[in-house]
């Protein structure tokens, strides 16, 4: 309902203002000072029938629709104007002068004399009488125009009624909301519904109602209480174990235990190319540091720390992160078997068989019976005279083999690394253009680059010896390479003070003092340097070599000239 005039309140109406007296509007004027119903119910009141009128005939005045519910209308609807000639009143100069004079009439006419408007006083037991009206007066009065809707009820139609109740109610402590007071919507409901009249008209008081429930209402109102204080309470203790963790993760040192940890051990297996994140959560999981922080902190600040590599460690539980770096770094605890290159399959056989605590010969018995099922690539030659099938297979590098572990898993492994290795240098593809059968050859020659050369330096013209021995231009050896290390492997020794009566008189495959072109597989496991070399060989034209020094220095030659005064070199050096 809209606010309407800008007096202080309401007063009865008097039968003797002469504002409503019978040469007034009709009560037109009295909607100027009074106070509005907002704040209260809205009132609505029946639409009447309505008295078809023209702007030349006012013989009907209409009712003020904006009065106070608490002001009595006497004066019966349809009221007739001033029978001397108030009908000819302009209604428009009614809205001009609506909001700032009073229009008073008699029965000799009207007069224009403009009066200030007096306010009715204010009603103590109103609480908006002391607020300003929202519109008042400056808004323009459609009354009896068109604009008017719904139309005034009259006055003899209407009953007294009480003055309006309203839905709120401060109650004792100035407005409790319902959850603090407890109240019961439903009892509230059937009171409404059911409670007697009070004789006015009305439905027994709230007030009434509160008073029985006052003391439950407490009751439940510290129930309440007690509850917000216990949420809130809650609320803030998380916030501050939340806040004070991401304070920790942020800025505080990372949790660490303290001491070389206690006498449980326990292997870690690090995979290869870990980060030092990943191998404090596996150290984490296995209860040997007591955050991944600081392990990786602890990793950074010491100089060999990033040298850590992939494998098996035995270590301690609950270390702190520094000596859990230190064990890692000491040879003693890691529970891996190094593959050097050049070593052979039967020295990384009994490697495997000590690490996990078995008896020798049983990796090497696991081998022979399984090596089919190890991840071997399909062009590996099934010559029968390959003394191992493995052999050139297990690529040089670290690889965990703790106790419980499989000799087949620790193999296993291995196969894939050099698998891995031979797929990234292509060697399929390479072997035809160095005028090899398959790659299982190329395999073969870096496995014998490996096994006589000394330094890079030396693989590649190794490397280009053994291709241009094998050429069958070859006059200065006759496709024969003359390798003593191929002797050494069938024969399982490492010797290089060997006798022409020896050599001469062995007819193995892998002799390659009697048996020309390549052995039949490789005499073992090559890495990564020579198996560039043999990819990639010299182009100079060298033919012989020799180990001038019988240890690390090799020189070669390309005419077998050349090769004789390198020969004898050598002799004076050994004592030969």
């Known amino acids: 309902m809209t606010e309407y005039g800008r007096g202080q309140g309401s007063e009865p109406w008097d039968p003797e203002d002469p504002l409503y007296g019978d040469g007034g509007w009709?009560?037109?004027q009295a909607h100027q000072g009074q106070q509005s119903t907002y704040g209260g119910q809205p009132q609505h009141y029946p639409q009447q029938p309505q008295q078809q009128s023209q702007y030349g005939d006012w013989g009907q005045g209409a009712q003020d629709t904006y009065a106070q519910p608490q002001q009595q209308y006497p004066q019966q609807y349809g009221h007739q104007y001033d029978q001397q000639g108030n009908q000819q009143y302009d209604q428009y100069n009614q809205q001009y002068y609506g909001g700032q004079d009073q229009q008073q009439y008699?029965?000799?006419?009207w007069s224009t004399g403009a009066h200030p408007q007096t306010p009715y006083p204010g009603d103590p037991a109103d609480p908006y009488a002391q607020r300003s009206a929202a519109y008042g007066g400056e808004q323009p009065d459609f009354y009896s125009t068109p604009d008017a809707y719904p139309p005034p009820e009259p006055p003899s139609r209407r009953r007294a009624e009480p003055e309006p109740e309203t839905d709120w109610d401060p109650g004792p402590d100035q407005g409790e909301h319902a959850f603090f007071a407890g109240g019961d919507d439903e009892d509230d409901d059937a009171d409404d519904r059911d409670g007697p009249d009070d004789g006015s008209g009305g439905r027994r008081g709230r007030g009434e109602r509160r008073g029985r429930g006052g003391k439950d209402k407490k009751s439940r109102s510290g129930c309440a209480c007690l509850v917000v204080a216990l949420v809130f309470g809650g609320g803030l203790a998380g916030v501050t174990y939340f806040?004070?963790?991401?304070?920790?993760d942020r800025f505080g040192s990372a949790p660490d235990f303290a001491g070389d940890g206690t006498d449980e051990q326990v292997t870690v297996e690090i995979p290869k190319g870990a980060t030092g994140a990943e191998i404090g959560r596996r150290l984490k999981a296995a209860g040997v540091v007591k955050s991944v922080d600081a392990f990786v902190a602890a990793q950074s600040q010491d100089p060999e720390g990033a040298s850590i590599q992939a494998g098996a460690y035995l270590l301690k539980k609950e270390m702190s992160a520094a000596s859990a770096v230190d064990m890692m770094l000491d040879p003693k605890s890691q529970n891996n078997v190094m593959v050097t290159p050049g070593i052979r399959n039967v020295t990384v056989y009994k490697a495997i068989d000590e690490?996990?605590?078995?008896?020798?010969?049983?990796?090497q018995d696991v081998a022979e019976e399984k090596y089919k099922s190890l991840g071997l690539p399909k062009w590996v030659s099934n010559n029968s005279d390959i003394k191992d099938p493995l052999e050139g297979f297990l690529f040089p590098?670290?690889?965990?083999?703790?106790k419980g572990m499989k000799p087949e898993a620790v193999l296993k492994d291995m196969v894939e690394q050099a698998n891995d290795m031979y797929e990234k240098y292509d060697l399929q593809d390479k072997a035809a253009?160095?005028?090899?059968?398959?790659?299982?050859e190329l395999v073969t020659v870096a496995s014998?680059?490996?096994?006589?050369g000394k330094t890079h330096d030396d693989f590649r013209k190794m490397a280009e010896v053994v291709y241009n021995r094998l050429k069958?231009?070859?006059?200065?050896?006759?496709?024969l390479l003359q390798f003593d290390s191929t002797f050494n492997y069938a024969k399982g020794t490492s010797n290089i003070h060997i006798t022409e009566e020896e050599i001469n008189s062995d007819q193995d495959p892998y002799n390659t003092y009697t048996q020309k072109g390549l052995p039949p597989g490789p005499i073992g496991n090559p890495g990564e340097d020579a198996l560039k070399a043999a990819v990639k060989p010299t182009d100079d034209g060298w033919i012989y070599f020799v180990a001038t020094d019988g240890h690390t220095n090799t020189e070669f030659a390309k005419t077998y000239a050349e090769f004789e005064r390198l020969r004898d070199k050598f002799n004076a050096n050994t004592g030969n």
């Open 26 to 28: 009709g009560g037109q």
């Open 106 to 109: 008699d029965n000799g006419g």
């Open 243 to 248: 806040g004070y963790q991401f304070y920790q």
């Open 355 to 363: 690490k996990l605590g078995l008896k020798e010969g049983t990796t």
């Open 397 to 402: 590098g670290t690889y965990p083999a703790a």
């Open 433 to 440: 253009d160095l005028g090899l059968e398959n790659a299982f």
């Open 448 to 452: 014998l680059v490996q096994a006589e």
């Open 472 to 479: 069958p231009t070859n006059t200065e050896t006759n496709q």
